[in-house]
């Protein structure tokens, strides 16, 4: 059984950073890539990052490219998310998330794995 539990969130100000952690367990990690999403009161689910197994590949989202960086310790099992020059219309629940196929380069259109979130509040 996969599991994701993530960490890291909290109430800043404009324009700090935070660091959020993804630990996963139920599989070996290394194999897989791995994506963060958010979303806010009242809005759909937003893409923020994704990063592929070996850790080469990156994408983000057009609101966070270039303030926001995803990356992978294998050796933790555990993703994170560097979020930088934090805004207010970042606030929103991050949730990281997987899919089941081995080895993926590129983003998948469906993740089947999710974990249960943390919240982001940034205040203005």
């Known amino acids: 059984q996969v599991q994701l539990v993530e960490s890291g969130g909290g109430l800043v100000q404009a324009g700090a950073s935070l660091r959020l952690s993804c630990a996963a367990s139920?599989?070996?990690?290394?194999?897989?890539?791995m994506g963060w999403f958010r979303q806010a009161p009242g809005k759909e689910r937003e893409f923020v990052a994704w990063?592929?197994?070996?850790?080469?590949?990156?994408y983000y989202g057009d609101s966070v490219s270039g303030r926001f960086t995803i990356s992978r310790d294998d050796a933790k099992n555990t993703v994170y998310l560097q979020m930088n020059s934090l805004k207010p219309e970042d606030t929103a629940v991050y949730y990281c998330?997987?899919?089941?196929?081995?080895?993926?380069?590129?983003?998948?259109?469906?993740?089947?794995?999710w974990g249960q979130g943390t919240q982001v509040t940034v205040s203005s």
């Open positions: 998330a997987t899919d089941s196929r081995r080895y993926r380069d590129y983003p998948p259109r469906d993740y089947d794995y």
């Open positions: 139920g599989r070996t990690f290394s194999n897989y890539a």
């Open positions: 990063i592929n197994w070996r850790g080469g590949n990156t």
